[in-house]
């Protein structure tokens, strides 16, 4: 997915002062809001973002999260290039059609994992399946990718059979977790990922209450997907997890616990911090200023960087222009 929002995050600190150092983070209890974003012309929809937030740029390698529906709509994204990151579509509801500068044409839908790796440069289109407004939900993430791996070159899987872990519940429903990127609960998902992570749906049925098995030198955030589930952030304290809604839990856990009333489903986000602070505009990630400036000349250039994606013509998603500052690395700020 493009962002045809270029949600520029620009700061006048040294790059020297923002670094961070694994392992420093320490465990949070932060409930951030998702965002409404209207993306309009001839794709007139809306997304609701709950990554990247000001202060948290970055979950592990975890660098954006969509979610676009549920809501009836005709999706018609034309061409558009990426650097530096894997695109992650998780669909929810829906059908829709993707293809990109390597050959790919496939049809996304529910329980198919689709999983882009950009390297140094690909674009692709997606279209909504039909030629009229359809119901269309599903998560878009990114991931960004580090530095032996984001020069290299495109790559596309997608993946029809992703490993469940199930964990027990005496008495009750079994709480089921769909390994979608990384590992949990010492289950691999087959997608290729470049750092440690995880990406997991998890369902929990009514009443259940169970302790999700986590890495305490990973930090996590649990996303509200369908319901509401309750977490056990702090001594003491619960936080309910809606719709709509991230709720980042920092690192040094031994387990989260979550509970639900009526039946609930959540996207486990997590990883290693991320050894790099990155630069991240419109829909490119990269390092400096001036990385992003070649990729946005290259694509406006017309250059054989990004390929021409199959079956489409001259039609493309121009870049918008840059801001009239130089664009530097995000900050983390809690």
Known sequence: MTRLDDDTAVTEESSASLRRTQGSIGPRALLLEARDVPLGGVRAMDVRRALPQRDLPLVGAWCFLDRFGPQDTLMRVEPHPHIGLQTVTWPLVGEVRHRDSIGSDVVVRRGALNLM????????SEYSVGDGPIPLDALQLWVALPEDRRHGGPAFERHEELPVVTLEIEGRANVEAVVVMGEFAGVTSPATAYTPIVGAEVFL?????????????????IVGVDGVVDVAASV????????????????????????????????????EPFADEIVMWWNFVGRSHDEIVEARDAWEAGSDRFGRVVDHGDERIPAPPLPGVRLTQRRRRI
């Open 117 to 124: 790796t950009s390297g140094a440069g690909i674009s692709h």
């Open 205 to 221: 049925p009514a009443g259940a209450r169970v302790t999700l098995p986590v890495n305490a030198d990973w930090e996590y955030a």
């Open 236 to 271: 003491g304290e619960t936080t309910s997890v809606g719709t709509g809604h991230l709720l980042y839990l920092g690192t040094s856990r031994e387990g989260i616990e979550v509970r639900a009333d009526s039946d609930a489903t959540m996207f486990l986000i997590g990883g």
